[in-house]
């Protein structure tokens, strides 16, 4: 028997989910999670299904097709818990990374990373521990930048890789590099975005008082930090914190909210609709 | 056209979507939300869909009931939003009272609230600015605490009542009541629960010094405060709160609480499985 | 005997918790409650007290101002529960206001209202039943802000007012305004702050896809919800609210974080330290 | 210049305050934090200073002891941010080591670990990892049991420790070492207690349907799971979690509960008033 998850999206109208519900019959399964929703904003129709079959891939894709097709539907069929292969780049703050990594050996993560990218040496040993393989090309004016994301870009081929996580990278991507990891590449956000912009965003927050203090995790887009937001916390402060105190408390909150945007996303639990991310929980 | 809400519990089995979105298309039916679980612990299935259609209750019922009397499906259709018809009990204390009516007027809370009965006066004047009539019959012992139940009682059978809710009514109800009600009363109990059982939970919450107090919203059964929990919320204190400060703190959180399980029930988001509940939000 | 609260604010030094405390024996003064803190951002030292005396107010003033000269701080002395002489400006929503007048009626809020102005007499009757007097000024050009304003001005001396609350007034105070009120008007601003800006907020935020939303109260400035923030809340939201559910979500969050606000106002817990503030909780 | 913390206890009375800031202005000292409370409960007086001085241990310690002396107070002298000596006591999970281990190294946590002794190898590696020697001795009955004891009171001896942590060590001390180490070991218990007692309380959580999980981080005394209360936090759930994903959140709220207790006592934040804690946070 196998578990698989299957996720669509198309235009809203009456009948799709009899019509999928339908297929899924036909192909002998039974449905064990489903969630859907239809976007008020974009008229689009999205739905989650977990499905047991004793049915082969190919079987069950043809009993699904004549639905697919004639909705016109974006989907996607994986088998339920499968290790989404992911690429993670970071620079010398650990504390993202060693969730990540903590996490996916304590079987609560489902990825496997065939490789951490930095622009710094600093978290060989803390890969090494658990056994991911490291490399370290630092990026110090445009060509070794380039050099890092040409590196990026044959990794993401040569692994397979289906998720890019910035766990921390420092450095800003080219928009081609955006672009070409559109909606696949995770980057998390200190502070409160939207919120405070630019350079030293904890100092800022810690001149205005703010009494909350959070993470946004998002989909890499171009256009810096304004990319569809998939989870967001906040932690309260008060006056007596330092900028640095802000800065460790923010860094708990950075890991966690990383950590779970990466989970939902390799559980395939995380689609968009616009500008707007839906999250199947 | 007309926006139904249907909600329905069987056997889990395959087949049981497909069948039931057959009868939404057969009626004309187009489905704007779906929430639907499986309960590994009961082997029951739960489902809540909200489904516009020009068809009229009965022609939709027609529809509906090959299937759910195929699957023996235990199942309601209600009208997205129609006020639920509510009894409120209550005894002195205020701010539960004043929570579900100040939201009712404002239009967040699908109530419709014919009476409030208290064991005590207190709260005339406020139910008096908002129109809702209100009883009062004091109980001093077991003859009075009858009378008080009958009243209870009858008023439910007079406006028809669908949900009685004790917003900090201080009388435990007799074991017939709570049989009687089994289902449709819901309770708001201070502090944490389970936790602190008997009297004054707020006292013993202050002497082991308690992080954190709360509230829980659960469904009356004669086993006191055990009844499956609706709605948990907790707030954070710390050691310089007094025990009577710990109570006002945890009366926001017994309005706030007892509200939001009020309004999930009336938009019939709260299904029983066993011991435990089911809210599809 | 009577329950002072001491607050005081001067250049941080050696010595000033001996001198304060050495006062405070002199007066026959037993501290029941102390906090403080030394801004490293502004080199200020601030101070809050409680303390019990037999002694009179002069006395104990006498007592105190060889300390308070000496450091050349700004202080002052309350008696401990003393409601504060509050101004409330409304429009047409209800939620803060009601908040408001049920915990002032409830003993929990150390306020008393003698007025409520509105540009609307939308809550007029709301007022009326917490038996406080209301006056309603449309505003609609120039000149009846004008006026309106004025009574504001007139409203503050007659009744001697030490707050004035804006309760989602929604006109923008004249900077005039502002600057007479600086430190003594509390705002409470909608959506997420510093964050979304302008018109509709919510609006944005649904469009954004935001996964949480709140309130943060704040000192009025003539820039424009710029003023140092004195409490925020947020509150778990998903994708499948809409732009007017974000609306009554965030309505909560506006009305507990205001109260909280003017409630730790009303106790001398609020101090100003440039644009930051320190809440002694 | 050394950075101080002093913490002292007696009985509460006029006086107390001055007469400290006396003794910390003779030795030239500067206060830059200061807490303090009175309980109402017990009648006694608690007080947390850090004072910057010039002047060393000795001459501090001399110009405190009058007061000290006058007041009988308990009290202890330290420098800020001193490593505590710490020994961590683990079984097989691994969440809360992790977690302890890789803030010690980020500098997030001022304690130093010499010894890591558990029940069993699984660890070896994570300790290792971070250069943390770890000793592992089976407890299979009375026997193990009590040497696996006798290695902590003479690991505790050896190490000079200060803070024995309970990272979810799965065996029951005996009384005898429970009473040895009163007021210095800290243990993390899942769910939320006061709450759900026995075995496994997850799996009771999940059967009662409850909405939030947690947990607390409470000293240790022979009363098993009844010492006062450092620290709790919970989290939502839902009831479509399992009980094994319930204990994976609750691992979550476990680590972090535990770190933060750890943190607290490490910084002389955390005071005993009978059954209950006073945190100086």
């Known amino acids: ?29 039974n449905i064990t999670e489903s969630q859907q929703f239809s976007s008020a904003d974009t008229g689009r129709f999205f739905m989650r299904l977990q499905v047991e079959t004793t049915t082969g891939r190919e079987e069950f894709e043809s009993a699904l097709r004549p639905v697919t ?3 016109d539907m974006t989907w996607q069929l994986d088998v339920v818990g499968r290790p989404l292969r992911t690429l993670v780049l970071a620079s010398t703050a650990a504390h993202c990374l060693n969730d990540l990594l903590f996490r996916q050996r304590a079987g609560q993560l489902p990825v496997e990373i065939p490789l951490v990218l930095s ?49 921390r990278y420092m450095q800003i991507l080219s928009p081609e590099l955006c672009e070409r990891l559109s909606g696949r590449a995770i980057n998390i956000h200190h502070s409160f975005l939207p919120g405070f912009k630019g350079a030293n965003p904890y100092k800022q927050a810690h001149a205005r008082g ?40 923010g860094q708990d909150e950075e ?19 616009g500008a707007r991310t839906i999250i199947f929980r």
Do not use: M
């Open 210 to 249: 703010v009494k909350l203090i959070g993470a946004t995790a998002h989909f890499v887009t171009s256009d810096l930090d304004e990319g569809p937001i998939i989870e967001q916390n906040v932690v309260r402060v008060d006056h007596s914190r330092s900028a640095s105190e802000l800065v460790a408390i």
């Open 119 to 167: 622009n710094h040496g600093t978290l060989r040993d803390l890969a090494g521990f658990y056994g991911v393989p490291f490399e370290s090309i630092p990026v110090t004016d445009a060509a070794s930048k380039a050099l890092f994301e040409e590196r990026v870009v044959q990794a993401v081929e040569e692994h397979t890789i289906e998720l890019v996580v910035l766990a």
């Open 255 to 273: 890991s966690r909210t990383l950590t779970q945007a990466v989970k939902w996303f390799a559980e395939d639990r995380v689609l968009l609709d």
């Open 69 to 71: 097709e004639r909705y």
């Open 1 to 29: 028997i196998t578990h698989w998850v299957l996720t669509l999206v198309c235009a809203d109208g009456p009948g799709i989910v009899h019509a999928i519900s339908g297929a899924v019959v036909a192909a002998g399964g």
